[in-house]
């Protein structure tokens, strides 16, 4: 079991940024790729960032390429994603994802373990 806990969300305005965290515990044995989902209201979950155990490599997507970064410093430490020039758009629940397996660097499928969610919203 794996277990992932999320930090960070929060209300902010257009064109703000926040951090959010996540620390995951339990069997976290590499090679794994933790990430981060989202789902607005009335919208399926829809990928947003990934990266490996390592923390050397990384995917988005296209509709966050540029504004968010993903990152880690080593497989001890939280996942964050950081994220700027925040849009309306980008207000949903963000969860936390931890898929066991080696990570390409694109899309993160077949998701393990999901965090309890914490709440973005971006007001314009």
């Known amino acids: 079991q794996v277990q992932l806990v999320e930090s960070g969300g929060g209300l902010v305005q257009a064109g703000g940024s926040l951090r959010l965290a996540c620390a995951a515990s339990g069997r976290t044995f590499s090679p794994y790729a933790m990430g981060w989902f989202r789902q607005a209201p009335g919208k399926e979950r829809e990928f947003v960032a990934a990266i490996t155990w390592s923390g050397f490599n990384a995917g988005y997507a296209d509709s966050v390429k540029g504004r968010f970064t993903i990152s880690r410093d080593n497989a001890k430490n939280p996942v964050y994603l950081q994220m700027n020039s925040l849009k309306p758009e980008d207000t949903a629940v963000y969860y936390c994802?931890?898929?066991?397996?080696?990570?390409?660097?694109?899309?993160?499928?077949?998701?393990?373990?999901w965090g309890q969610g914490t709440q973005v919203t971006v007001s314009s």
């Open positions: 994802a931890f898929r066991s397996g080696y990570y390409g660097g694109s899309y993160l499928g077949n998701v393990d373990y």
